[in-house]
């Protein structure tokens, strides 16, 4: 009797142990591939990306490609961005442990939790309250107690909580949000997707001495920053 049950434990425990260790290997691979030999070598950003697992943060019906090379359908016409973006525009914020982070885009809470690893406090506002609620539940479930999300249109960043010592903005604009600018502590860095509805320019801020000097990073797709109404900004 008791072979019988051990059996059927091992019948249970096997394919579960099986699953979670394919997906190690799939986010060990990720990183190695298309994360380090595209040239990020912030081994904490590195870290992060290893750590986080963002099998969680995918729709189950695209969790068997959470690992791919490219953007997924969240819902609501939304997406989790790219592995290799998600990592190139942390490693532009340069971030140290402690700071406090603003996002613009929760979305499904991905960057979030990553930002999360590697920082005090993430404070993160989504306009789609649906994808704010699910966003929140995934990242209880993971016990990710610092990341505060609230629901409103980013455009007008997050008030209460500035200055940031850095801004990511997960949708785009046509322009910089000049809320944005504002709440940017001094010293601060922020990247954002600015241009088109299509194709925009990342854009990497620095604020020195009250003044925001600006660099293009590299061309993006991003989903448009909406308004309340839902019109673009
Ligand atoms: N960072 C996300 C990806 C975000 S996709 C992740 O890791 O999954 C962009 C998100 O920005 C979408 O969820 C969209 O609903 C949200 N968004 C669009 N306009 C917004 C606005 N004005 N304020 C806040 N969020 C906005």
Same mark, same amino acid.
């Given at each position: 009797? #008791?072979?019988?049950?051990?059996?059927?434990?091992?019948?249970?425990?096997?394919?579960?142990?099986?699953?979670?260790?394919?997906?190690? #290997?799939?986010?060990?691979?990720?990183?190695?591939?298309?994360?380090?030999?595209?040239?990020?070598?912030?081994?904490?950003?590195?870290? #992060?990306?290893?750590?986080?697992?963002?099998?969680?943060?995918? *729709?189950?019906?695209?969790?068997?490609?959470?690992?791919?090379?490219? +953007?997924?359908?969240?819902?609501?016409?939304?997406?989790?961005?790219?592995?290799?973006?998600?990592?190139?525009?942390?490693?532009?914020?340069?971030?140290?442990?402690?700071?406090?982070?603003?996002?613009?885009?929760?979305?499904?809470?991905?960057?979030?939790?990553?930002?999360?690893?590697?920082?005090?406090?993430?404070?993160?506002?989504?306009?789609?309250?649906?994808?704010?609620?699910?966003?929140?539940?995934?990242?209880?479930?993971?016990?990710?107690?610092?990341?505060?999300?609230?629901?409103?249109?980013?455009?007008?960043?997050?008030?209460?909580?500035?200055?940031?010592? #850095?801004?990511?903005?997960?949708?785009? +604009?046509?322009?910089?949000?000049? +809320?944005?600018?504002?709440?940017?502590?001094?010293?601060?860095?922020?990247?954002? *997707?600015?241009?088109? *509805?299509?194709?925009?320019?990342?854009?990497?801020?620095?604020?020195?001495?009250?003044?925001?000097?600006?660099?293009?990073?590299?061309?993006?797709?991003?989903?448009?920053?909406?308004?309340?109404?839902?019109?673009?900004?």
């Amino acid at each position: 009797m #008791a072979q019988i049950f051990t059996l059927i434990w091992l019948m249970v425990l096997i394919p579960v142990a099986v699953v979670s260790q394919d997906y190690d #290997a799939e986010r060990s691979s990720m990183v190695d591939q298309q994360i380090l030999n595209r040239g990020i070598r912030n081994t904490r950003v590195l870290d #992060a990306m290893r750590s986080v697992e963002r099998h969680h943060f995918v *729709p189950e019906q695209y969790r068997h490609m959470a690992y791919s090379d490219r +953007p997924l359908p969240i819902g609501h016409q939304q997406t989790i961005s790219q592995p290799y973006i998600v990592a190139l525009m942390t490693d532009y914020l340069n971030l140290k442990e402690g700071e406090k982070v603003l996002e613009i885009g929760t979305g499904s809470g991905y960057q979030a939790a990553v930002l999360a690893e590697l920082v005090g406090q993430v404070y993160s506002v989504e306009i789609v309250e649906e994808l704010a609620h699910r966003a929140r539940k995934t990242l209880d479930e993971l016990d990710y107690d610092n990341v505060h999300i609230r629901i409103g249109d980013g455009y007008k960043g997050w008030k209460e909580h500035a200055p940031y010592d #850095a801004i990511i903005v997960t949708a785009s +604009p046509s322009d910089i949000p000049p +809320p944005l600018k504002d709440q940017l502590a001094e010293g601060g860095r922020m990247v954002i *997707p600015v241009g088109g *509805p299509v194709f925009q320019k990342l854009l990497l801020l620095r604020k020195k001495e009250g003044k925001v000097k600006q660099t293009d990073v590299t061309s993006v797709r991003f989903v448009p920053m909406i308004d309340e109404e839902g019109d673009r900004h």
